[in-house]
DNA sequence: GTCCTACGGATTGTATGCATGATACACTTT
DNA sequence: AAAGTGTATCATGCATACAATCCGTAGGAC
């Protein structure tokens, strides 16, 4: 197994070790490498990748504080398992979160804004159908706009921190990302927006939402995620 | 300076030094013993209290991740000054999700919750205006029990969250917890979840908050926090 | 007088050793 | 054979020592 960088300077993101260790674990809880149920041992993610235990320590604390893993308290963390009844709590929470978002941006669009969104909007359809990671990442970047469009930090911060959390299921609904009911439902959202009508932008926000809500939870139902343990 | 108690196992509740530092670290931040600017050094948190680093580390770390430090990069963390554009975005916020919660748990209310929401009332109404760190503690279990009736615990989870945020600034309205408005309102509140009026439980709930919002508002414009540094 | 550099002090970041608590399993007892 | 108990084992919780980093400051060059 590959080490985690220590002193390469050249690369001044992720400086704290601590820090890395929490984003390459984070990533591998997301997608999938480590399966739910999965207990985390402290000292064999340090001796794995050659680091101390002190480091792996705080980033599994994040990771439970972000809500990845739970903690039995002096018997460790493992990987949470996401229940349907969970994942439908949080799609109910960003309808409500992002519906109120796309409003306040209908309001307080300015061109700039809209020529903003447009051009991730552009992107988002541009992107071949055969990544969907990237599909993944341009998405959440595109609703990510739309709520720093509402002026409320907080709020950002919140949704950013949901999204967070069901980040595990979005893989699930790759396929749908590209198909035609996805895309008008985008442009229908960024049409009201440019168009400063709040209602249709909060209507098309909760509709799309709901719309992925419904898939993932069919889908779940189908096939639940694959556990350990 | 009096120790962290170590291993006394009567007292069950807050088992680890890590968590005894954290909760006692955030009262001190609420209170107002800290105040925003001041510079939070590990060492002299740990040998105050007669522990050592690591637990007091953690309990840092923890308080950052609840925003209410901020910490620059090797450099240490300090406690976070409260912009007013801040607090009005939090309350924004608390109006939507707390008024959407009062709503769903008046759709949902058996009369076993309904029992639970008085008693934690006659609690706080029972309470001295004398100690404002129970007043607050107590103000934040009255409006988790309604969340939690609203029975989605990703809400519960986020609005926990943002209470912690501005938590600080309760302090600043500590006499406006024991008035004759607020306890009107907190029993509109009650009432209307125990009625069943969905739409009355919302309303109230929502002016409740707004209340506050404005008096903060007002206040923070006044006299902003004091600060040190 | 101003700017640049090098050094020193202080604080966080990391590593490691030891103590504590919990669980699992085997052994005894009925 | 089943239930209860004791012990071995292992992972976390905590303490402490060491390393890396940052900021301020003093000193010198221009």
């Known amino acids: 197994m590959e080490e985690v960088s220590r002193n390469v300077k050249t690369q001044s993101a992720p400086k704290t070790i601590s820090q890395q260790v929490y984003e390459r674990l984070r990533d591998e809880v997301l997608t ?3 399966h739910p149920g999965v207990w985390i041992r402290e000292h064999d993610i340090a001796s794995a990748w050659s680091v101390s235990r002190t480091p792996v320590r705080e980033a599994v604390r994040r990771l439970a504080h972000d809500g990845l893993v739970e903690s039995s308290p002096n018997r460790g963390v493992r990987v949470r398992v996401l229940t349907p009844q969970e994942v439908h709590d949080v799609y109910e929470l960003r309808e409500l979160l992002e519906g109120t978002a796309a409003r306040r941006a209908a309001e307080r669009a300015d061109t700039s804004d809209v020529e903003r969104l447009r051009a991730h909007l552009g992107h988002i359809d541009a992107l071949p159908a055969s990544e969907p990671a990237a599909h993944i990442r341009a998405d959440e ?12 930090e907080a709020l950002s911060d919140l949704t950013r921190r949901l999204y967070g959390r069901v980040a595990r299921v979005k893989v699930i609904t790759r396929d749908t990302n590209t198909n035609a009911q996805t895309r008008a439902q985008h442009h229908a959202i960024v049409e009201a927006i440019a168009a400063h009508d709040p209602e249709a932008a909060e209507r098309a926000m909760r509709e799309h939402i709901r719309t992925f809500k419904e898939i993932v939870a069919e889908r779940l139902q189908r096939e639940p ?3 350990s343990d």
Do not use: K, Y
């Open 141 to 152: 970047a595109f609703h990510d706009v739309i709520v720093a469009m509402a002026g409320n």
């Open 225 to 227: 995620e694959p556990q």
């Open 32 to 34: 999938g490498s480590l």
